[in-house]
Nanobody, 124 residues
């Protein structure tokens, strides 16, 4: 499975961006998918996840501002980010799991595939 993120960029605080993650390869094996982010000097952290059944879960820091969704027909994962803050600045990574059906996945080690990341920078 290959994952390619796009949609990152520079935006002012309060603005919006939509990230996309295109999946290819053995996509039939994918169940849960998620977004993680890593700011300079910090560890990679969980942002949001969606199960193969459409259940979602968010980090407290983004709940109410970000929305994760997936289009299985297009093999694409999305992250709509609204009301962006400077502290949202980070490299954003798409991840896919091939292990669990129905449930959401919030643990990094339970993801099997990762993209290369797309940079999001929010200016104040």
């Amino acid at each position: 499975v290959q994952l390619v993120e796009s949609g990152g960029g520079l935006v002012q605080a309060g603005g919006s961006l939509r990230l996309s993650c295109a999946a290819s390869g053995s996509i039939f094996s994918i169940t849960a998918m998620g977004w993680y982010r890593q700011a300079p000097g910090k560890e990679r952290e969980f942002v949001a996840t969606i199960s193969d059944g459409g259940s979602t879960y968010y980090a407290d820091s983004v709940r109410g501002r970000f929305t994760i969704s997936r289009d299985n027909a297009k093999n694409t994962l999305y992250l709509q980010m609204n009301s962006l803050k400077p502290e949202d600045t980070a490299m954003y990574y798409c991840a896919a799991s091939a292990r669990y059906t129905i449930v959401v996945v919030t643990t990094q080690s339970e993801y099997d595939y990762w993209g290369q990341g797309t940079q999001v920078t929010v200016s104040s």
